[in-house]
């Protein structure tokens, strides 16, 4: 004969599933007065892409104007979940001035400038400044296919 004991009740409590929140980093724009000392004496321009089988260099003082007008007033949120497509130098006098690291995806459209590694400022980029972008990367892909 054996002994049958009832199963012991086990109250289980569910908790609901904990979210990290990760606080979203917001950095000040960069100051007018560095665009405007990079408009007026800015006479290198590098752009290094990490992920890509070119770079793009300018030394028209012009074509140097234009790329700064790309840099919008506006301030972004940095989603850390977004990837640095490059960087770009801007160098006066063979010195580098200001660095960013170029932010570029359908979620992520900003600069983020650097002084020493160190994040200082970040500006979305302008609508024109995405276009710009979209046209280099169609003209490279077009490229790399010839």
């Known amino acids: 004969m054996s002994c049958n004991t009832p199963p012991t009740e086990k109250t ?20 007018v007065a560095i665009l405007q000392k990079l408009f007026d004496n800015c006479d290198y321009v590098d752009y290094l892409f990490y992920e890509t089988n070119f770079s793009m260099s300018m030394n028209n003082k012009g074509s140097i104007q234009q790329t700064l007008t790309h840099v919008s007033q506006t301030v972004p949120v940095l989603d850390n ?26 979620k ?14 970040a500006n979305n980029i302008t609508p ?15 490229m790399g296919k010839g």
């Open 12 to 31: 289980e409590t569910k908790s609901a599933p904990v979210k990290t929140v990760v606080a979203a980093e917001k950095l000040p724009s960069i100051p």
């Open 81 to 106: 979940t977004c990837k640095s497509i490059g960087r770009v130098f801007y160098e006066i006098n063979g010195e580098t001035e200001i660095e960013a690291e170029i932010y570029f995806s359908d």
């Open 108 to 121: 992520c459209q900003y600069f983020v400038f650097m002084k020493d590694n160190k994040r200082i400022y």
């Open 128 to 142: 024109d400044g995405v276009a710009h972008f979209q046209n280099i990367f169609k003209q490279a892909s077009a």
